[in-house]
């Protein structure tokens, strides 16, 4: 694995650590409301992990690319840690 992804990871789980909050509201960004359904944050970064493979790959990879990578990784599994991960 690359340092760019490993850093990335870090601080995105901890970007989305500090600034979620377990509670039932959320403090900063938690998740987004779109036609009566919660869009949380690991749900947005998984699009954009999944949009971003190809371009990056085809593109070309390197360290701020694989920054992103592990920032859209570490947001994902910092979300999955809520008990409402996985509701809508």
Not at 6 to 12: E, M, N, Q, T
Not at 47 to 73: A, Q
Request: a positive charge; charged letters at 10%.
């Amino acid at each position: 694995m690359e340092l760019g992804v490993i850093v990335g990871c870090v601080l995105g789980f901890l970007f989305f650590n500090s600034i979620c909050s377990y509670k039932k509201e959320p403090m900063i960004f938690h998740n987004i409301i779109i036609r009566g359904f919660h869009i949380h944050h690991w749900m947005i970064f998984l699009g954009l992990f999944i949009i971003s493979l190809p371009v990056i790959f085809y593109g070309g990879y390197g360290n701020i690319s694989g920054g992103w990578l592990g920032i859209c990784l570490g947001s994902i599994l910092q979300g999955l840690t809520f008990r409402d991960a996985f509701q809508l």
